[in-house]
């Protein structure tokens, strides 16, 4: 697989590559960094609407603060969320597990577990 970059950095976005795989790389590219949410990015979006619709925070464990805790870490593809899916047996089954179980057998749209795979995967998290 050759992965390409499609064009020079911008100067607000941390352009230091993450060690890991695609899956994490696209998290950080989403604006899910070590040093934070960047600013201007998919990410600052996303915390900004969430915010706006949980009255004023981000809630722990909702798509915001999950992303945020996997791209510090570069965690995302070893919690199971990868580019080719959820992984079975892993961090990412349990909580779709979870989900789907709580939402009467299916994973809501716009909801943690279906952000963090879409973002995973080079989406942009349901959002537009």
Do not use: W
């Not at 989403?30 to 619709?53: D, H, P, V, Y």
């Not at 989900?99 to 909801?111: F, I, Q, R």
């Amino acid at each position: 697989m050759v992965y390409k970059k499609t064009g020079p950095p911008s100067a607000s976005v941390d352009s230091t590559p993450p060690e890991g795989t695609m899956s994490d790389s696209n998290v950080h590219r989403a604006g899910f960094t070590s040093s934070g949410i960047q600013k201007g990015s998919l990410a600052s979006r996303m915390m900004s609407s969430e915010a706006r619709t949980s009255g004023g925070g981000v809630k722990p464990g909702g798509p915001t603060a999950t992303l945020q805790e996997m791209g510090a870490k570069c965690s995302t593809h070893s919690s199971g969320f990868t580019t080719c899916g959820i992984s079975g047996g892993s961090q990412a089954s349990q909580m779709m597990s979870t989900s789907a179980s709580s939402h009467g057998g299916g994973t809501p749209k716009g909801g943690t577990v279906a952000t963090v795979q879409s973002i995973s995967m080079g989406g942009k998290g349901g959002t537009r």
